[in-house]
Every structure is written in C-alpha cells, then in structure tokens.
C-alpha cells in the first residue's frame, strides 16, 4: 500500500537527521494517514478513504466530500477519487 493521499496527493519527502555533532544521515517524512469513511451528500453513500489529517481538515473546511472534490486538481486526485468526483458531477449536472 502506497504512502499517498488519495485527496491531496500528498507523500513521504526526504531529508536529514542531525545529531549533537551536526552528523547528518538520510531518513524520511511519512504524511500522517488514517483510514477514514467520509459521506457524500449528493450521491448518499458513504466511500472509505485513506487520507492525510491535514487533508481531513480541509475536507471539513471545505463543506464536506462533494465541496472538496469539486474544488479540487485532478492530478492530485487517486484513481478513486477521480471515479467519485466523477460519479458527483454526473448526478450534479442535470440539477
């Protein structure tokens, strides 16, 4: 299982331990995910996620799961996310 937000795209970056003596040696930064169910008002189901809590912070600022993904770029979106974006704009369009 990948370490990527299926919202926001976002992964593990790199950079440096530093000791005392200024000793420096690679490691990485893991985004902070949780498996999260997030509702859909529009399509009234429930789609379970696996995204960053900063991600879960703008979701809620947001407005919910249909406000987020409406706003949001494609390229940062899963392959899931996209078929849910997808999914709500169908059943937004004729409204």
Request: aromatic share 4%; hydrophobic share 40%; with cysteine.
């Amino acid at each position: 299982m990948s370490r990527v937000c299926e919202l926001s795209g976002k992964g593990p970056m790199t950079g440096n331990n530093v000791s005392h003596a200024k000793n420096r040696t690679r490691r990485r930064f893991l985004p902070n995910l949780n498996e999260v169910t997030l509702q859909s008002e529009a399509l009234g189901r429930a789609f379970k996620l696996r995204i960053a809590a900063s991600a879960l912070r703008t979701v809620d600022h947001r407005g919910g799961l249909d406000a987020f993904l409406a706003k949001a770029k494609d390229e940062e979106l899963s392959v899931k996310a996209l078929k849910i974006k997808k999914e709500i704009a169908k059943v937004q369009a004729p409204a």
